[in-house]
């Protein structure tokens, strides 16, 4: 009796240690709940650690691994969001990543903004092109930001899709989710009402995750 090949793997890229909380408490809920069944490829979630010098270093050492060299590759995490009117706790699907060095375009953002509308009823998701930066941006510097047509920022997306197309052909998506907007600046995640609604919302994206990787044309090995 013939068995279906294995998918590639997903790797999924975020910065912070709440973030890998949020995702691996997603992970559990997923598997009671049957959204993500035993003929699922576990995800690699790794946590790359705060910044562009740091997604890139991480990103590259995990593509390296045995077992994860044609891995999908998806960054997610809190953002900043640019247009008057986010909330936190909205969700942002990146069309485009972009940063100094360049812009990767990401693959069946229209199947994660369906998947994601499904997991999370109600959340607001924006889409458009999503902006690195080496910082943390306040103040004036986002409306700079969103004059060049980004919707959002953060520091690690950007640099994590580069480094994976660079170490070859696959797909990549980076969705976040907003923890301050511009009428919702945030001194620290995790200690306001805007930090908190973002981490449910985090906790509940894995679904989605799973449908996108599905629905991908990945090699077979």
Known sequence: MSTRPAPAP??????????????????????????????????????????????????GRMLATPGLADAAVLATGFCA??????HPGDLVVAEETRDPRGTVPCVRTDLLVKELARALPGRTVHTGPLTGSDHVVRGPERADLLATGAIAVDMESAATL??????????????????????????????????????????????AFFEWHRSLPLPRR
């Open 81 to 86: 969001g640019l247009a008057p009117g986010m």
């Open 10 to 59: 997903l790797l999924i890229a975020c910065a912070l240690g709440i973030e890998r909380l949020a995702l691996r408490t997603g992970e559990r809920a997923a598997l009671r709940t049957g959204e993500r069944d035993d003929g699922d490829s576990r995800p690699t979630v790794v946590r790359t650690g705060m910044g562009p010098r740091a997604a890139e270093r991480a990103v």
């Open 162 to 207: 580069l480094t994976a197309v660079r170490a070859g052909s696959r797909p990549v998506a980076a969705v976040r989710v907003v923890v301050d907007a511009p009428e919702h600046e945030l001194v620290r995640i995790g200690t306001v009402r805007g930090g908190i609604s973002a981490f449910r919302v985090l906790r509940s994206v894995l679904p």
